[in-house]
């Protein structure tokens, strides 16, 4: 089979990988339009589940993936002065350029061949038996035939910037600060030795009342690093924009589709779905696809056949991380609801902001709830049967996104 991978990111790279794995007969071609070593972002999360999933498909890619990840250890809120409250824990951080290099090495090894700078518009004028569309949320390919897709988007009410700093977050920490403007947080985690994501958020009234609309890119940083000198320790926070450019901040897009597949055009990772950042899903989401694009290739049971059972089995799979996602992006955009308790409930109400019934109960109450939930045996049986069942009629309501 001859397949083409639009796009150089994780979901692109890790198929390709696979499918040669597979059958060294497939001849695999990944393009990627921007030029080697570049890209967005700094460093992503996943857990040791994904490292279980990579182990069961590809064991030399979790073993090489396991051995170059940060770990790091527990969860931390700061608020304000007061003092951080925490929970034990683990996770891993891993440089999204590392894991790149990473998967581009076990690639080209195994003998995929990769085109960097190398754009595509039209997917009919590529010779090849498959096309998989993995270039992103914006995916140019997506939109071009998003009629059959029935693309729907959803675009949040916050603001973000994704920032990278040398201080080394050894515990996933969120800083809250009070401004006069309302609340801004960041959510921090190492990545790798002397270097942390620094993703920073706040409400759009926030962000317009400190200024940042009018702010150039070393203003806006100089502005970040004052409000959060308590928590960077000195260290300077870093961006990716290009000289001369503002700070990138953005609103978060949640991007679903109906439909996955057209003829022989499939769409995986960003290019399908996307989900909030404050889950920490998107790179393990995106690995996920394209062990189901392969394993459903590799059944045998024509490619018609393999692509629709793949987007019927990725959209199912979908649902509970898509309405974690929701609550979790509506928990952060309702923020002042919640500061307001002292600091061990504010965090177990941020611990607690995947539940659909938050939204819903006053705050004080919801934290006697959820305490008695875990103290009480026979309420801790009942939230264990009732929480996945409250959370599967929220997922199977259809979005109220705009439709591209």
């Known amino acids: 089979m001859r397949i083409v991978c639009v796009g150089g990111g994780p979901a692109g790279l890790y198929l390709a990988i696979l499918m040669k794995e597979r059958d060294r007969r497939h001849e695999v071609t990944v393009f990627e339009r921007n030029p080697a070593g570049v890209t967005e972002g700094w460093g992503v999360v996943f857990w040791d589940s994904l490292l279980d999933q990579l182990q069961a498909s590809d064991p030399p890619t979790a073993r090489t993936l396991a051995a170059s990840a940060f770990r790091w250890g527990g969860e931390q809120l700061v608020v304000g002065a007061e003092p951080p409250a925490g929970i034990p824990g683990h996770g891993y951080g891993i440089g999204r350029q590392r894991l790149l ?4 090495e076990r690639a080209l090894s195994g003998g995929v061949e990769v085109e960097f700078e190398h754009e595509v518009d039209d997917p009919a004028a590529l010779d090849a038996d498959l096309v998989v569309a993995c270039d992103g949320v914006s995916s140019g390919l997506r939109q ?6 029935y693309t729907e988007v959803l675009t949040g009410r916050n603001m973000y910037v994704w920032l990278g700093t040398s201080k080394v977050f050894d515990v996933f920490t969120f ?6 403007a309302g609340w801004i947080w960041a959510h921090a ?12 958020e706040c409400s759009p009234e926030t962000w317009e009342g400190l200024g940042f609309a009018k702010f150039d890119h070393d203003s806006t940083l100089a502005r970040l690093e004052t409000l959060f000198a308590r928590h960077l ?29 057209r003829g022989n055009l499939v769409l995986m990772g960003d290019a399908a779905h996307t989900t909030h950042f404050t889950i920490g899903s998107g790179t393990k989401l995106a690995l996920e696809d394209a062990i189901a694009l ?21 959209r199912e799979a979908l ?4 309405t974690d996602a929701r609550f979790s992006a509506r928990w952060f955009e309702q923020v002042d609801r919640y500061v307001q308790q002292d600091a061990a409930r504010f965090f177990a109400l941020l611990r607690e902001r995947r539940s659909p019934l938050l939204p819903w109960i ?6 006697q709830l959820h305490r008695a939930t875990h103290d009480v045996e026979a309420l801790r049986r009942f939230r264990r049967w009732a929480a996945p069942r409250i959370k599967g009629v929220y997922a199977a309501r259809p979005s109220r996104g705009t439709r591209s």
């Open 362 to 367: 006053p705050p004080r109450a919801y934290y």
């Open 175 to 180: 800083p809250f600060v009070h401004t006069s």
């Open 294 to 314: 392969a394993s459903e290739l590799d059944a045998g049971t024509g490619l018609d056949a393999a692509l629709e059972a793949y987007g019927r089995r990725r």
């Open 233 to 261: 320790d000195g260290h300077p926070l870093r961006s990716n924009a290009r000289l001369g450019e503002p700070l990138p901040w953005l609103s978060f897009r949640t991007v679903t589709n109906e439909r996955w597949h």
């Open 101 to 104: 290099d990473l998967l581009l």
């Open 189 to 200: 985690y190492g990545y790798a030795e002397g270097a942390s994501t620094f993703i920073v």
């Open 319 to 322: 649902r509970p991380a898509q």
């Open 144 to 149: 071009r035939h998003a009629e059959t897709f």
